[in-house]
């Protein structure tokens, strides 16, 4: 049989297994030739007659004027329960009556089938022709099953097979017959020889609506067809104010047409990426469009034009600006997969960064309205603050955003980003003027909660021995609760808030983490000199607090974050071989900010959190299970100096010591904006007095004027105390390397750089398809760096993990935090076992600036 009967035969086969029964309507009588071919020659009963359709035993049966006896012919064949034969009612010549017809019962039991001979035709007669030919062959309006039939045979057609399937062999369907042409012109000169223009014409006239010369050059045919396709859907999302030039291209003419010309625009970016950005920015300056960029108010999310994202996001900016951030994370959600930016890590870091703001600026506005409504003691305050959805999310989302945008090549836009850190600013305002009102209230005593200086009596001394003590400068509660997510999911752990000890200062904080302090404490001067008495040992200093840790705790082991990640894993052991509780120092955060390189403060913050859960991790293949990770204050950050109305002038007197957010001494005056607390009234043994800004002021003193601490905020009073029990194990190393990754680049040159990883799904096991892992930048043992965004794939930014799918290539934007270091490798590891996946094979050079 021709192909249009093996069609045809196939759809109604597919009904019968499906339904049984098929009621098959033709008020045009257009399918009476296949019915004829499916009887075997002419009727010659009105009974029920076997037949076959595909490999499916049927019953045919046909109207002949009346519709009872019809029926009453069918009726033995289906009045069972469950009909064992196939049975078809052909009716020729009726239309289906959807009311009152006589055969409802059939038609809703079985399947109603109408079809259009046409409809059908087409989609057969595509396996020879392109849609141009085969609108000419079914124009006519007698055009019968027959000359159907002989066109989709492969010897007895009238018209000559497709030229230009021949041509463009490799395509698939109409529209990638055409989207080849537009990539590229290699193939003119076939078609030109071949007399193909002719078809060409045809096609793009049936396909797209588009009137095309026969006689003119290919190259001004397709110059032609590119600016009516990519200008057509570009209009498409347009609102308001539509460009001239853009106006002038013809536009389409029926809903059909405009779906070809968005298909045809979508498998040339899928399927020529590299050709279509050379294309489209072609057309792009041929309509002059770079030129009316302001124009485009009510531009909407699209891929055509490269120079719309840039619009996009000067809009999106413009929104964040003006405080409608739900209407800006709309915008920035729908370019979650634009075409340019999964081309381009610098302007995807740029949207990035508008979408950190925009998140920014609704967790800003929320706090500071749920401030607003705060009332209760500091207890009260402080549970608000560390709850799980508690204010401290919006110090993280602070500090990714910070972090982000210290580590992009161009910083984004300054109102945005101006509005944003306004709008933090003024909520940690706010918050620190409340929490200072409620500690006066209450005499300075916050009895609900953890005090820092009990944190070694009442955690770390209950661990199973060995433990490791971890003391981490200025690390705030929320850097606490994100350490905790990015520990493997084996982990046992647990974070909960504990209150600093004021003035919330390094060497006052440190010294009340030692043992000891929870009985006798005291911020006390001595020689001219500031620093707390436990019992009868002065610590003014860090050296003071070794000693004194060694004094109090057999068997101890003090070792640098640095130097414990740097270790081989044999001399790490070596170090801390009998050590009941090991020591583990981190100054980086405090470092960096302390010494005013704000800039490097906000990249090295990240990083300490995943170098600390190295650490962890690393600890624990050593033999050590326990872990116990606290603070000894934390921190304000802002991106910039304090306004000259916000620094202060020391009140003066007998000063002993002086710092951005607090002054110690005897006498002198408490500046406007300030609060003064005795030593007494802090449980202190001592004569001093404690002088605080009220809110987030600073004194005019040494030390960075963006990064400050030593007052009585919730970010610097609030510390995390995280719980860790792990395991003990070897380092692990895959030796199938289920994961691959490509793209690598000779020399790490830009702080934020992509590399395309794969899951192998060859090397996995046989129920498995996706695989959560963690791509990583180590130098020297250390974390220098992360992923920052991934395409295509499912990215957590609070642990950093990617989820693979086994075939799929996922690429990965890293951000580069350290820039100090010389190389790199890239290492992606299973965050549940930390057994490492891949490795990087050699180092990659770090030339920043080249």
């Excluded at 920014?360 to 500071?368: C, E, F, K, S």
């Excluded at 000894?632 to 304090?642: A, E, M, Q, T, V």
Aim: proline residues 5%.
């Amino acid at each position: 049989m021709h192909p249009l009967n093996k069609y045809i035969s196939k759809q109604l086969s597919e009904k019968l297994k499906a339904r049984k029964v098929v009621v098959w309507y033709d008020p045009r009588r257009e399918f009476a030739p296949f019915v004829a071919e499916l009887r075997g020659g002419a009727r010659t009963t009105d009974e029920a007659v076997p037949v076959t359709v595909s490999d499916i035993s049927a019953r045919l049966t046909e109207y002949d004027g009346s519709m009872f006896e019809l029926r009453t012919v069918v009726e033995p064949f289906v009045c069972a329960d469950a009909p064992t034969e196939c049975m078809i009612v052909y009716l020729p010549g009726c239309e289906r009556d959807r009311q009152g017809s006589v055969l409802m019962e059939l038609e809703k039991a079985g399947d109603c089938y109408e079809p259009q001979l046409k409809r059908l035709a087409r989609n057969v007669l595509r396996q020879r022709y392109t849609d141009g030919v085969i609108d000419e062959m079914l124009a006519p309006e007698q055009v019968s099953y027959e000359d159907l039939a002989r066109a989709s045979s492969d010897s007895s057609s009238t018209e000559p097979p497709s030229v230009l399937r021949s041509i463009f062999h490799s395509a698939s369907g109409n529209e990638g017959i055409i989207a080849a042409w537009l990539a590229s012109d290699e193939r003119d000169a076939e078609i030109e020889a071949k007399e193909a223009i002719r078809e060409l014409v045809k096609l793009v006239r049936s396909k797209l609506g588009l009137e095309l010369s026969e006689v003119a050059p290919l190259a001004k045919l397709r110059s032609i067809t590119l600016r009516y396709v990519l200008g057509a859907e570009f209009r498409s999302v347009l609102v308001g104010v539509i460009p001239s030039s853009v106006q002038a291209i013809p536009a389409p003419k029926s809903r059909d047409e405009e779906t070809s010309i968005k298909e045809l625009a979508h498998v040339l970016r899928a399927r020529y990426s590299e050709v279509y950005p050379q294309i489209a920015d072609r057309v792009e300056a041929e309509l002059g469009l770079h030129e009316e960029q302001a124009t485009f108010a009510g531009l909407g999310s699209t891929d055509t034009f490269r120079f719309a994202e840039r619009v996009l996001l000067a809009q999106c900016g413009e929104l964040v600006a003006a405080k409608k951030f739900d209407e800006a994370l709309e915008i920035i959600g729908g370019l979650e997969h634009s075409f340019w930016l999964e081309r381009d890590v610098g302007r995807k870091a740029q949207w990035e960064a508008c979408r950190l703001m925009a998140e920014l600026g609704i967790l800003g506005v929320a706090v500071h309205a749920a401030i607003g409504k705060a009332s209760g003691d500091a207890n009260t305050w402080i549970s608000a603050y560390a709850a799980k959805d508690g204010w401290f999310r919006l110090d993280q989302a602070q500090r990714r955003l910070e972090a982000w945008v210290a580590n992009l090549d161009d910083e984004p836009e300054e109102r945005p980003l101006g509005v944003v850190r306004g709008i933090y600013e003024d909520a940690c305002r706010a918050m620190a003027e409340g929490f200072t009102r409620a500690l006066v209230a209450a005499k300075w005593t916050v009895s609900s909660s953890l005090h820092q200086t009990k944190i070694y009596s009442g955690i770390v001394s209950e661990q199973p021995k060995p433990v490791a003590y971890f003391f981490v400068d200025a690390m705030r509660f929320e850097m606490g609760v994100e350490l905790a997510e990015r520990l493997p999911q084996v982990v046992e752990v647990s974070v909960r808030p504990a209150v600093c000890v004021l003035p919330s200062i390094t060497p006052i904080g440190m010294a009340a983490l030692q043992p000891g302090a929870s009985s006798s404490f005291s911020v006390v001067e001595q020689a001219g000199a500031l620093g707390v008495r436990i019992d009868d040992a002065f610590l003014p200093d860090l050296a003071a607090r070794k000693k004194f840790a060694s004094s109090r705790i057999p068997k101890l082991a003090d070792v640098a974050l640095d130097e414990l990640l740097s270790l081989q894993p044999s001399r790490l052991v070596k170090r801390i071989d009998g050590a009941q509780v090991v020591i583990v120092r981190s100054q980086e955060i405090d470092h960096a900010g302390e010494r005013g390189f704000t800039f490097q403060a906000r990249q090295v913050m990240d990083t300490v959190i995943d170098n600390l859960a190295r650490a962890v991790r690393k600890l624990a293949t050593a033999g050590i299970e326990n872990c116990v990770l606290t603070a000894d204050h934390g921190h304000l950050f802002f991106p910039s100096d304090r306004d000259e109305s916000m620094r202060l002038d020391p009140p003066g007197g007998d000063e002993v010591d002086l710092h951005r957010r607090c002054w110690i001494g005897r006498g002198g005056a408490t500046p406007t904006g300030c609060v003064r607390v005795t030593a007494s009234a802090l449980g202190y043994d001592s004569d001093l007095d404690f002088v605080f800004p009220a809110s987030n002021a600073v004194f005019k003193a040494g030390g960075d004027l963006a990064f400050h601490h030593g007052g009585p905020s919730l970010q610097e009073m609030v510390i995390p105390v995280v719980t860790v029990r792990m395991k003990t194990s070897a380092p692990k190393r895959s030796t199938s390397e289920p994961v691959t990754a490509t793209g690598l680049p000779d020399a790490v040159t830009n702080r934020i750089f992509s590399v395309v990883i794969q899951l192998d799904g060859k090397n996995l096991s046989l129920f498995s398809t996706e695989l959560l892992v963690r791509p990583m930048l180590i130098s020297a043992g250390k974390q220098v760096g992360g992923v920052g965004m991934a395409i295509d794939g499912d990215f957590d930014r609070t642990t950093g993990c990617v989820k693979l799918q086994a075939g799929k290539q996922v690429t990965v934007a890293f951000l580069l935090s350290d820039e100090s270091v010389p190389s790199l490798r890239i290492v992606i590891q299973d965050p549940t076992t930390d057994a490492e996946l891949y490795r990087s094979p050699i180092d990659i050079p770090v030339r920043l600036g080249v």
